[in-house]
T-cell receptor, first 109, second 116 residues
Framework: SQQGEEDPQALSIQEGENATMNCSYK?????LQWYRQNSGRGLVHLIL?????REKHSGRLRVTLDTSKKSSSLLITASRAADTASYFC?????????FGAGTRLFVKA | DAGVTQSPTHLIKTRGQQVTLRCSPK?????VSWYQQALGQGPQFIFQ???????QRGNFPDRFSGHQFPNYSSELNVNALLLGDSALYLC???????????????FGDGTRLSIL
């Protein structure tokens, strides 16, 4: 079963708007990662946040982690049409990485 | 610097057949993980190879097996194929360090396997 669960399942916004995706997980983690997948392609690593970190930034991406609530959020600011993709959170425990079902983001030009 | 490469890109097989998928990790990476991704779903962890050994396995039957070679490349073998094995198979590589094994993974574009 999937440990990470993303919310919402799909999100449609206009170019320039911000997109927020949430992820919940069930067990203790070493780190949490966010990946992007364009249709028919492999996953691209976006950002990794360790269990002792609360917030991390990378360009237009902002990730938060709340280990007490076992949740994380990914914020994409000033979205672009090229941000249209599926976004997955992934948690790592031991050597196993578990992905959620993903949020499908559509950015309309 | 080549990233993760997978071959073939597409494959069509029939039920009961066997298939071998191949993966070359990113230069400098020594750890390879395999995932199965059904349409509209997230990747499901199959297993991870490190130092030519299967280090951890997900919830997949023994029909799924693998191998890692001394040059760190890897193969995924699936026997007695079922219709439900139709999926995108992704290979990911990472680098183990003395600081820990939980490094970001680099993915190939996958092999699309269709079972008729």
């Amino acid at each position: 079963s999937q440990q990470g669960e993303e919310d919402p399942q799909a999100l449609s916004i206009q170019e320039g708007e911000n997109a927020t995706m949430n992820c919940s997980y069930k067990t203790s983690i070493n780190n949490l990662q966010w990946y992007r997948q364009n249709s028919g392609r492999g996953l691209v690593h976006l950002i990794l946040i360790r269990s002792n970190e609360r917030e991390k930034h990378s360009g237009r991406l902002r990730v938060t982690l709340d280990t007490s609530k076992k949740s994380s959020s990914l914020l994409i600011t000033a979205s672009r049409a090229a941000d249209t993709a599926s976004y997955f959170c992934a948690t790592t425990g031991g050597f196993k990485t578990i992905f959620g079902a993903g949020t499908r983001l559509f950015v309309k030009a | 610097d080549a990233g993760v490469t997978q071959s073939p890109t597409h494959l069509i097989k029939t039920r009961g057949q066997q298939v071998t998928l191949r993966c070359s990790p990113k230069s400098g990476h020594d750890t390879v993980s395999w995932y199965q991704q059904a349409l509209g779903q997230g990747p499901q962890f199959i297993f991870q190879y490190y130092e030519e050994e299967e280090r951890q396995r997900g919830n997949f039957p023994d029909r799924f097996s693998g191998h890692q070679f001394p040059n760190y490349s890897s193969e995924l073998n699936v026997n007695a194929l079922l219709l439900g094995d139709s999926a995108l198979y992704l290979c990911a590589s990472s680098s183990s360090t003395t600081a820990g094994f939980n490094q970001p993974q680099h993915f190939g574009d996958g092999t699309r396997l269709s079972i008729l």
